[in-house]
């Protein structure tokens, strides 16, 4: 829930921003050693389980999380840190063309979304992250992401808990890509932006 919804909840009473942070701030102190935890995340507050709670959970729904392929991870990785690209700023930084299936999985998942259009022969689409995928992954906010510098962007999404099966396609999305003549090795370098 968003500070503004929480608000609502204390309409009678005079509860300011800041006493609603304080509380919080409370909360998440009381429940500091207990297998839930209050995170602030990009579109509010909410519980959830701690990591170390994982294997646990776990076992109540044997159901395992979708893989995603390398190809996947790297048109996710550049559309989170080059933000806002077109699908052929993709394909020039990746050096193979993106399918459009690999596009559709993203959005399907709801991790990123059409931002706009280029003006530009075409008026392809820019593609960004949304806030799902900052709640997905626990962040407030993009500047919460890993700086490149210090890790490939693919490697870092999968620290973040993405990670795909290494060395086999993961998904039908690789195989499309695989026919389509893709490849997934990750390019070592990306090139500066020059928009």
């Given at each position: 829930m968003s500070l503004s919804e929480l608000r609502k909840l204390f309409s009678e009473e005079?509860?300011?921003?800041?006493?609603?942070?304080?509380l919080l701030a409370l909360l998440q102190l009381d429940w500091r050693d207990r297998g839930l935890e209050l995170v602030s995340v990009a579109t509010g507050w909410r519980f959830q389980s701690r990591?170390?709670?994982?294997?646990?959970?776990?076992?109540?729904?044997?159901?395992?999380?979708?893989?995603?392929?390398?190809?996947?991870?790297?048109?996710?990785?550049?559309?989170?840190?080059?933000?806002?690209?077109?699908?052929?700023?993709?394909?020039?930084i990746?050096?193979?063309t993106v399918s459009t299936q690999i596009v559709r999985t993203l959005e399907e998942r709801g991790w990123i979304e059409v931002l706009g259009h280029?003006?530009?022969?075409g008026r392809p689409a820019l593609l960004g992250t949304t806030h799902q995928f900052l709640d997905d992954?626990?962040?407030?906010?993009?500047?919460?992401?890993?700086?490149?510098?210090?890790?490939?962007?693919?490697?870092?999404?999968a620290v973040l808990a993405f990670e795909a099966e290494p060395g086999a396609p993961a998904d039908a999305v690789a195989e499309t890509e695989a026919a389509e003549g893709g490849t997934n090795e990750i390019p070592t370098e990306y090139p500066k932006e020059n928009d």
């Open positions: 005079d509860v300011s921003t800041d006493d609603l942070r304080r990591p170390e709670m994982q294997r646990y959970l776990s076992r109540l729904d044997p159901v395992r999380p979708p893989k995603y392929s390398r190809a996947v991870l790297e048109t996710l990785a550049i559309i989170a840190w080059r933000q806002p690209v077109t699908r052929g700023d993709i394909e020039d990746r050096g193979v280029r003006d530009a022969p992954l626990g962040l407030k906010s993009l500047d919460d992401l890993p700086p490149l510098e210090e890790v490939e962007a693919v490697d870092a999404l």
